[in-house]
Nanobody, 125 residues
Framework: QVQLVESGGGSVQAGGSLSLSCAASEYTNSNYCIGWFRQASGNEREGVAVIDHDGSATYADSVEGRFTISKDNAKNTLYLELNSLKPEDTAMYYC???????????????????WGQGTQVTVSS
């Protein structure tokens, strides 16, 4: 059972930056998809960014060019840099993982097996 613990959320003004971290309890490298998701109040959970097995990243259109996902395999830690934040980025941010050997692009958010407890990001205008 993979345990995920997020940290780094907070409150910033529009245009500001935040860094999120997600520490995994065990090795989640070659056979796992792992990524960041968010859920704003009243909205469904949506994908933000996912790292595939080859290290390539896929971003939601709404965050492309502003957010950067990365991994430190030695530390089993996933990161998300959030820049040029907008009020509409306000949400609970979660990291999630699933044991999946194929392309991570084929995995829907609802299919991810392991979820962290979430960290709140609030952006004020």
């Amino acid at each position: 059972q993979v345990q995920l613990v997020e940290s780094g959320g907070g409150s910033v003004q529009a245009g500001g930056s935040l860094s999120l971290s997600c520490a995994a309890s065990e090795y989640t490298n070659s056979n796992y998809c792992i990524g960041w998701f968010r859920q704003a109040s009243g909205n469904e959970r949506e994908g933000v960014a996912v790292i595939d097995h080859d290290g390539s990243a896929t971003y939601a259109d709404s965050v492309e060019g502003r957010f950067t996902i990365s991994k430190d395999n030695a530390k089993n830690t996933l990161y998300l840099e959030l820049n040029s934040l907008k009020p509409e980025d306000t949400a609970m941010y979660y990291c999630a993982a699933i044991a999946w050997s194929y392309s991570c692009n084929y995995v829907a958010p609802a299919d991810y097996t392991y979820w962290g407890q979430g960290t709140q990001v609030t952006v004020s205008s």
